[in-house]
């Protein structure tokens, strides 16, 4: 099951899956609730124990009273957490582009708020979004601040999120010339968002410069999983319309996934996340319980073959419609 780590910075390996914690403090798209903490703690207990010992969270999953909930379970989990695997666990968070964060030090002082709740340092600290498509003149600062935290070894690396190749490019220039290497990029990638590589470009960019893509929402917020195939069985809240769009145009896709799921033993769930391996990303799918995170860690230990690889990106080729992507995303 355990299989080799990725070095994404100098003192920074990264099991080839994440687990992500968005749904481990919102409310609105995942429905969370305190009671559900105990389990979430069982969940993180089998994700280190299984050597997938790195978790995304962000400052912005948890608001209002819940603010940093994420943060502040993944604190509490891993101070708790004895076994294998203790010493490797990693946090990677993102710090969010409020219209408030202006200036270098505002991301400097956001990334210590983080690190209090989570009572520890934090690994790879992330640019949640870029704010180049309404207020560009933020940018900068930001990235400013995210060398200042580089320089100081508070962070072992830094990474981007929702970035596009052109404004990746930027970004990497200006924080070469301050001597900072850009180690991941975050960005919707799943069989059902393919954006990023098909139109963006991102593959080939992220080759040549050495940046680590981690795929967010790899199960595309679980339709690719198979469970939400019945129209009169659809998750409440923003999902129901967006699924509701999508159904009736991924048939294809999802039939393809049952049957190559079947014939390699595995769960629609696991051959979803391996695809997303395969194109040499490293997925970090949602897990809300137990069941899930089992099943999301069986997508480990075992690969797609290239021909099976092929069909599904031809099949993907072919749909109608994908997920839509993040507003944030810029080119
Ligand atoms: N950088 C960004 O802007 C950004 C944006 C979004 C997400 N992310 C990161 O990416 C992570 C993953 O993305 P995501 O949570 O949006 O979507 P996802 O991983 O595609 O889907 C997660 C959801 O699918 C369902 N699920 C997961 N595993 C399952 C399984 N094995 N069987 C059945 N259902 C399963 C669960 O919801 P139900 O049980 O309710 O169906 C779960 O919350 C986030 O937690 C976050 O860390 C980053």
Redesign the pocket.
Known sequence: MIESKIKVADNLLLSPMGC????WGNRFL??YDTTMDKELQQVFNLHVSQGVTWF???DS?GTGKLEGRSESLLGKFTKEYQGDHQDEISIAT?LAVYPWRLTPQSMVKACEKSAERLGRSIDLV?M??SPAKYLPWQEKPLWDGLAQLYHQKAVKGIGL??YGAKNLQRAYDYLKQQGVKISTL???Y?LLSTYPFVKLGLKELCEELGIQIIA???????I??G??QDLKNL?SGP?KGLFKGLLPKIKPLLQTLEIMAKDNGK?M?QTALNWCICQGTIP??????L??AR??IGALGWRLSPSEVLELSSIVLSLEKQMIQ?I?QTE
């Open positions: 992500g914690t968005w749904a995942w429905g995304d969270t962000g999953y993102k992330q949640h979004w999120s929702n975050q960005v919707q799943s967010y929402s790899p199960l595309t917020l679980g690719l999983t469970k939400y998750p999902r769960t769930a970090i799918p949602g897990a809300k319980n069941t899930q099943e999301n993040n944030f």
